[in-house]
Nanobody, 115 residues
Framework: QVQLVESGGGLVQPGGSLSLSCEVS????????MGWYRQAPDNQRELVAT???????NYADFVKGRFTISRDNAKNTLYLQMNEMKPEDTAVYYCNAKFGKFESWGQGTQVTVSS
């Protein structure tokens, strides 16, 4: 069973920065299509950013220019650097891994943007 464990969430002021990590168990991280999603209270889960096994990235319009997704295959870890944060970025952030029919989610980490 592949496990995804997010870390790095917390409270940040508007305009501030926060970095999330997602450590993935197993030996096949290099092959996974990885993504960050988020879910705010009373909202559906939404895509934030994705990164392919080769490092190609894609971002939701609402985070373009502010967030950066990256991966370190040697450390089996996915990252999300969040800058210029806004109160509307407040949500539980989830890490996701996909490969063919396989898909797995992390447990989520809370991010709160507030003064």
């Amino acid at each position: 069973q592949v496990q995804l464990v997010e870390s790095g969430g917390g409270l940040v002021q508007p305009g501030g920065s926060l970095s999330l990590s997602c450590e993935v168990s197993g030996s096949f991280f290099d092959f996974y299509f990885m993504g960050w999603y988020r879910q705010a209270p009373d909202n559906q889960r939404e895509l934030v950013a994705t990164i392919t096994s080769g490092g190609g990235t894609n971002y939701a319009d609402f985070v373009k220019g502010r967030f950066t997704i990256s991966r370190d295959n040697a450390k089996n870890t996915l990252y999300l650097q969040m800058n210029e944060m806004k109160p509307e970025d407040t949500a539980v952030y989830y890490c996701n891994a996909k490969f063919g029919k396989f898909e797995s989610w992390g447990q989520g980490t809370q991010v709160t943007v507030s003064s």
